[in-house]
Structures are given as C-alpha cells and as structure tokens.
T-cell receptor, first 116, second 112 residues
Framework: GAVVSQHPSWVICKSGTSVKIECRSL??????MFWYRQFPKQSLMLMAT?????????EQGVEKDKFLINHASLTLSTLTVTSAHPEDSSFYIC????????????FGQGTRLTVV | KQEVTQIPAALSVPEGENLVLNCSFT??????LQWFRQDPGKGLTSLLL?????REQTSGRLNASLDKSSGRSTLYIAASQPGDSATYLC???????????FGAGTRLAVHP
C-alpha cells in the first residue's frame, strides 16, 4: 500500500511552546490529508481536513487558532500545536487518500505529544 | 449523524480459533467501509477496503463482509495467531463527505 510518513514519532515540550508535526505522502500525491487525535484507549477523532493550497476545514469544537494546519504541497501537511498545554497531550495521527473519497485511506505512524 | 459501533470491545482467544469482529453503522449512505489494525502506540494499518457496491473482500486469512442495507460489516479472521493481537478498527466513509467515522475498536488478544 501507499506510505504516509509522520515526524516526529514522539515529542516532549514545555507549556506555552509550539510544536510542529509533519505528515508526508512518500509515494503518491495527496490533495487531501486528515488530522486525527486519539486519547488513550479511545478511537480516533477527526480534527480537520487539510486541502492542498487552501484553508483546512476544522471539525466542530476544534480550535483552528490552536491547531494550525498547512498543506503547502501535494506531499506535505503540517500540524502546529500553538501555545501547548498539558491537556493537549495526546496521540496525533495523519492520513491521506490516494484520490477521490472512495479510495483507500493510509495513515502515518502517529506522534505522541507530551506537554509538561 | 453517522455513528459506528464495534462489538465486542475486547476479545481474548486461544491460538488457532476462527473469530468474527462486528461493526455496525447507523446511516447506510456510505461510500465505503475500511478495516484497520492498530498496534499499541502505533498508527493504523489498512487491512481491507469494501466499496458500497461490494459484498466482501478477502486478503489472506482475513475476510470482510458488508451488508449496507442493514448497516453491518464483519471481519473474519481465520486460524488466529498471537501476531494478530492488536486493536481492530472499522471506519465508514459517509456518502457526500470526504472523511472517515471510526468505531471505538475491538482489542484482540490471541494467546499461545
């Protein structure tokens, strides 16, 4: 299957700082990428849909000024957690489709963010 | 609003058993349904994708079926192995939307 690479796999940061997470589609171009958040022993919650060259679409309840998403190219999307707080600690996972909505979705390895 | 439910939440079986994981969804208007595997602390690995027009898909020891009208899908794992231990997630792609709605998952433990 297609490969989605996420970096870093884990990060620890201090409260008040910002953290950037990268998501790359290695062997295909992704016009749309997705960012999810997962709490311990819970399922994935969609945060936003990232469209190349345009603004991201955020799900209800997700603060767009806190979770900045940029999709500058067909192979790279970034999620920046701004002014991070301990409650932002979580597992963040990105995803990309090969094409239209009825194509298979592939996921990155996830990033464990710990804010201290 | 589309909701996805997975039963059972957890399952522990001896090696070699055939098992069935269940997934149900409330709105039958879907593009497709996808089954994933997640190992602890890892991302998701795509197992099978079933389009709305299909009834089943097979890959090795895995077989997934889809009954769109009743809002159900099953993942059948034949001759389970300890390496199959993981959380299995199903996700539906609602018609008209480019997103996945996930179930809470089934945590599977296969013991030798």
């Amino acid at each position: 299957g297609a490969v989605v690479s996420q970096h870093p796999s884990w990060v620890i940061c201090k409260s008040g700082t910002s953290v950037k997470i990268e998501c790359r589609s290695l062997d295909f171009q992704a016009t749309t990428m997705f960012w999810y958040r997962q709490f311990p022993k819970q399922s994935l919650m969609l945060m936003a849909t990232s469209n190349e060259g345009s603004k991201a679409t955020y799900e209800q309840g997700v603060e767009k000024d806190k979770f900045l998403i940029n999709h500058a190219s067909l192979t790279l999307s970034t999620l920046t957690v701004t002014s991070a707080h301990p409650e932002d600690s979580s597992f963040y996972i990105c995803s990309a489709r090969l094409g239209s909505p009825n194509t298979e979705a592939f996921f990155g390895q996830g990033t464990r963010l710990t804010v201290v | 609003k589309q909701e996805v439910t997975q039963i059972p939440a957890a399952l522990s079986v001896p090696e070699g058993e055939n098992l069935v994981l269940n997934c149900s969804f409330t709105d039958s208007a879907i593009y497709n349904l996808q089954w994933f595997r997640q190992d602890p602390g890892k991302g998701l690995t795509s197992l099978l994708l079933i389009q709305s027009s299909q009834r089943e898909q097979t890959s090795g020891r895995l077989n997934a079926s889809l009954d769109k009208s009743s809002g159900r899908s099953t993942l059948y794992i034949a001759a389970s192995q300890p390496g199959d231990s993981a959380t299995y997630l199903c996700a539906v792609n609602p018609g008209g939307y480019n997103k996945l709605i996930f179930g809470a998952g089934t945590r599977l433990a296969v013991h030798p």
